[in-house]
């Protein structure tokens, strides 16, 4: 049975570095409520480059770490929310400037903080498919450019990060074991971000600032519940339990939503991957990065199982089950 296999993974997050204690200063916060509600100290910030770059260097590095020629790449999918242009795609921007195969498809996914499980899903059916021999899959998201810096209930919990991993069809025991996706779009208000570009449906809406905007109690509540039914799904599917994981990588947007789960799932702390206390919540990006700092970090070994689960706006939520 083919798989789609992990070659090598990558990521990125921009040199600046912006503290609680320099929020302190933009809007009426203090440090330790940010870090006791959230577990956030810092985010980093990108001030030059978009999300473009961002995908760009994650998508080089990984490329660099599976060592497959950029152009054996024949797929490209991007899981953004912040595109630095409405068209072209991230994608199709990466496939130019890293030299991937021309004519093979290149395309964005937009499902905000799950948007890399849901590229990653979207990856592996042309793998499983034979539609793709290899692929790249990139999270990315500059919430920076999204957030309105006067509102101190949002501003303080995003980031800007990317990350990336190579995909390739193997037959074998390797590879991602499931997957799974859902939205809910009657849940669309709970978190959103009108266009720039104001669609007339929404002209309520955008007359607002567009900015991010979000119900964040109601958000916390509904991400824990429904998280924890993503894990029993991808478990259930994958004829596995708790105990068979050996790293729980969930979306870092809140530590307490992480650690409710690891309680859930009985998980002890060295299976779990927390990062967001050096990123916040960089939506797209927080998975894939969280991915690539724990191999980078010595966590993962061949043949361990890696459980991941996002949620985010839309509603959407994703799971997926990895034996590495
Ligand atoms: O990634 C996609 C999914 N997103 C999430 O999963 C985010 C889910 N939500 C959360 O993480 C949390 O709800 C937040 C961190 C956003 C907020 O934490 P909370 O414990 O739910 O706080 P709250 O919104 O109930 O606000 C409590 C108080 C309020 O003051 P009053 O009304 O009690 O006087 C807020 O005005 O905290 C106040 N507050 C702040 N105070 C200092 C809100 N933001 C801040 C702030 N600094 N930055």
Not at 23 to 50: F, H, K, M, P
Not at 51 to 75: E, F, H, R, W
Not at 285 to 291: D, E, K, V
Request: aromatic share 8%; proline share 4%; glycine share 10%.
């Amino acid at each position: 049975m083919l798989r789609s296999r992990v070659l090598g993974t990558g990521s990125y997050a921009p040199k600046k570095v912006v503290t609680n204690f320099d929020l302190e200063g933009i809007v009426d916060t203090t440090d330790a409520w940010i870090a006791t509600r959230t577990g956030i100290r810092e985010r980093r910030v990108s001030v030059t480059g978009g999300a473009t770059q961002m995908a760009v260097k994650a998508g080089k590095a990984a490329l660099k770490s599976s060592d497959v020629n950029p152009k054996d790449i024949d797929l490209i999918v991007v899981g953004t929310v912040t595109p630095e242009m409405t068209f072209p795609s991230t994608a199709c921007f990466v496939q130019a400037e890293l030299g991937l195969c021309p004519g093979a498809p290149a395309f964005d996914v937009s499902a905000a903080c799950s948007g890399f499980l849901f590229a990653l899903d979207a990856a592996d059916r042309y793998i499983r498919t034979g539609g793709a021999k290899k692929a790249l899959v990139i999270g990315v998201d500059q919430f920076s450019r999204i957030v309105d810096w006067s509102d101190r209930a949002t501003c303080v919990l995003f980031g800007d990060g990317a990350g990336a991993v190579v995909l390739s069809g193997e037959k074998g025991n390797h590879g991602l074991l499931s997957s799974h996706t859902h939205s809910d779009g009657r849940g669309w208000e709970m978190l959103y971000a009108p266009s720039p570009v104001q669609p007339s449906r929404f002209e309520e809406k955008c007359a607002e600032k567009p900015y991010l905007k979000m119900n964040g109690n109601e958000t916390f509540k509904i991400a824990v519940r429904t998280m924890e039914e993503a894990v029993k799904e991808a478990l259930a599917s994958s004829g596995l339990d708790s105990d068979d994981i050996s790293l729980f990588i969930p979306h870092q947007a809140n530590m307490r939503i992480i650690k409710a789960m690891k309680e859930r799932m009985n998980l002890p702390d060295e299976k779990v991957v927390m990062n967001l206390e050096k990123y916040g919540n960089t939506s797209a990006g927080s998975i894939p990065l969280a991915l690539d700092e724990a191999v980078k970090g010595g966590r993962v070994k061949k043949g361990d199982i890696i459980l991941f689960v996002a949620f985010g706006g839309g509603l959407t939520w994703a799971s997926a089950v990895l034996r590495w």
